[in-house]
Nanobody, 124 residues
């Protein structure tokens, strides 16, 4: 079974940076998406970024130019480099995985493997 474990969250001041990591284990099929999603306090889950098996990336408008998603294919590790953080980025961040081709890589309902989450708090 696939298992995802996030790390790297923490508290940072506005304008700061963090790097989230997601260690994945288990079998991977040829076609897949891995993504980062977040849930701000009191709000619904929202997409952050996704990367496909071929390296294609997709970002939510709110993080374009500030966040970068990447993957170490040999280790199946997923990363999210977050720069110029602002208080609106405060949320629980989740790593997710789906297999097969995706119509909308930012649709969290298409993902069926999830990590436990890591908290990111940005103070002003």
């Amino acid at each position: 079974a696939q298992k995802l474990v996030e790390s790297g969250g923490g508290s940072v001041q506005a304008g700061g940076s963090l790097r989230l990591s997601c260690a994945a284990s288990g079998s991977f099929y040829t076609h897949y998406n891995m993504g980062w999603f977040r849930q701000p306090p009191g709000k619904e889950r929202e997409a952050v970024a996704s990367i496909e098996h071929d390296g294609t990336t997709t970002y939510a408008d709110s993080v374009k130019g500030r966040f970068t998603i990447s993957q170490d294919y040999s280790k199946k590790n997923l990363y999210l480099d977050m720069n110029n953080l602002n208080p609106e980025d405060t949320a629980m961040y989740y790593c997710a995985l789906r297999f097969g081709t995706s119509i909308d890589p930012l649709d969290w309902e298409d993902y069926n493997h999830w990590g436990q989450g890591t908290q990111v708090t940005v103070s002003s």
